[in-house]
DNA sequence: AAATAATGTAAAGTTTGCTTGACATTATAA
DNA sequence: TTATAATGTCAAGCAAACTTTACATTATTT
């Protein structure tokens, strides 16, 4: 599974230690996510779609 | 995190057997969710969106 | 160039999603 | 009413998501 994280952490000139400390997870498991390392469970892929004031979709492409 | 996924699976008349199968997972996961005993993995609320022709946010509701 | 900030990565541990197998309960059909 | 289908639930186990700690590498300042 895709996704733009980077993009729009990007677009807000955020660092992943901010954007995990607003999401409320680690720095960690930001970057892995960022990097395609694993995906998000549904309720942290819900708070970084809230967040950046999208939808889901919008953030990650699903892949079979 | 509520869902209406009980609601979709009624409205096609699948049991949670059939709906298990179309989704690849075991019957208890249908059951498990339908319950809200958890939530699934971000792929399969893709797949089961696909599934019903419908987004994420039109199954899930997600609160805090 | 040196200091600092940001990112990448790894190991070990906890929690959550999901599995199989088994059995109990409830609904539907014969 | 008896059989069968559907649903609920539990236990044990595996895998994925996430944690903390720690350190290496790459950018960015000063």
């Given at each position: 599974m895709k996704n733009v994280?980077?993009?729009l952490r990007a677009r807000n000139d955020w660092s992943q230690?901010?954007?995990s400390n607003k999401l409320g997870v680690s720095r960690?498991?930001?970057n892995a996510i960022e990097r395609?390392?694993?995906d998000?469970?549904?309720p942290l892929a819900f708070k970084i779609a809230r967040l950046f004031g999208t939808s889901i979709e919008d953030i990650f492409?699903?892949?079979e």
């Open positions: 994280l980077k993009v230690e901010v954007l960690q498991t930001i395609g390392k694993y998000p469970s549904l492409e699903f892949s």
